[in-house]
């Protein structure tokens, strides 16, 4: 019989993500080429000696804690998202959060490392994650090694390539243009981006009714009208 | 200031692999196709249904421990081994096993689910994992999210294309004939690929020496004359 001590892992860093919430958060990272954040490393591990060499990557592995689930437990089966919510299958053959040990990885685009009067900062874009998310472990992504464009991907189905049409309100645009004047964030793109993956559950995908999605600190109201989805107004959180 | 809480992680299975010891290992997974092994699932999670559906993916992430490493802690800079072991880079810069948190991740090939008597088992093939490596969790291998074969690779140059040739004395040869015929694993193919990626450390490869390499349950005898790697005897460890 195998015993294995139980093993204590520190979260060595912290997510700032344009994600507050789990609803809108795309289904996989790399579909919304606008989602960005910033992850925050800490004490002891925030040296910049830590991540030298990092900037020559242009990918990066993100081991993380799906914090949110820690609390709800996990399944040791469930129906995945992209079945519809309707076959059932094995807990680790899936990506759900609701797994043994909650740990997730995503690659994400490096795009800077910034040291700061408060803190040590990677600049990363094209994210899948929540913000507040621990981050467990950092690593460069190989190609050669990680990238294995021929294995085959069993049910899950590549993402749809035809994207929602989204339109805008006059008040909603305008906000999106003050809002990216005064932060430099890109948000109107960032909707269309992130309602284009329709992020409705399969089950609300026939209603007629509005959402409230968060991104970055801003609440966005909007309706699907068919394939094409409205935005009614945004505003402070 | 951010206070995370310690999370606890159980180890829920165990690699049982063809390279008993570190020496030997490829520096990354699907270098050596013969390379191969076992994942046994342990209680509470060797249920079949926690699998159920994984059989439809070629290839699956392992995320594991680094468990000899965890006694000799961790560093926040080193020399990696593709730099010949000059350049010094950050831990969060490289796949060290020295790193905070001791965690892992591997793509690997899946040949197989086996349900027996004393446990559930993953058939898992071009493997770089080390004997006896507690896994923390087990995911699906998705090519459209997971493979990324653009990103740029840093500093980590592929591995080389031209292999050591590799010739056995008649009594070696003849070894892995039995051997192959009494356990069905193909040995002479697996000490071929290993000694073609040329496991001695940068440092040495300009000595005329003996070496010793653990693989499954024999001790493999060589010595490497320039370019070309005699393999003198195998025996039982």
Redesign the interface.
């Known amino acids: 019989m ?1 015993e ?1 001590p ?7 860093g ?1 997510i700032h993500s344009c994600y507050p919430e789990k609803f809108g958060i795309p289904r ?4 919304v080429t606008s989602s960005s954040g910033r992850l ?1 490393l ?1 004490p002891p ?1 925030n ?8 900037d ?4 990066i ?1 993100i ?1 993380f ?1 799906f914090h949110e689930a ?1 609390a709800e437990g996990w399944r ?2 469930l129906r995945p998202p992209w079945l519809g919510g309707q ?9 759900s959060p609701h ?5 997730g ?1 995503s ?1 994400v685009r490096l795009t800077g490392i910034r040291k700061e009067k408060k803190g040590l900062f990677l600049e990363i874009a094209e994210i899948d994650l929540l913000d507040k998310t ?1 981050v ?21 189905p ?2 749809e390539s035809v994207t929602r049409e989204v339109v805008f309100t006059k008040a909603a645009a305008q906000y999106c243009g003050d809002y990216e004047h005064r932060t430099g964030r890109r948000l109107r793109l960032l909707i269309v981006e992130t309602l284009g993956q329709d992020p409705r559950p399969a089950s609300q995908r026939h209603q007629v009714r509005e959402y409230g999605m968060a991104l970055w600190d801003v609440n966005v109201r909007w309706q699907a009208h068919g394939e094409r989805f409205l935005v009614l107004s945004i505003g402070e959180e």
Do not use: C
Not at 28 to 31: A, C, I, R
Not at 47 to 54: A, C, F, Q, S, T
Not at 139 to 156: C, L
């Open positions: 195998i294995f139980p093993y204590v892992i520190s979260p060595i912290i996989q990272p790399g579909l925050e800490l591990w040296r910049e000696e830590m991540v030298k060499g990092l020559a990557f242009s990918h592995w081991q804690l820690v040791p089966t076959k059932r299958v094995g807990v680790f053959a899936s990506r797994r043994p040990n909650f740990l990885i690659v621990p467990v472990d950092i690593k460069p992504y190989v190609p050669y090694s990680d990238s294995v464009p021929t294995a085959s991907g069993g049910f899950i590549p993402p």
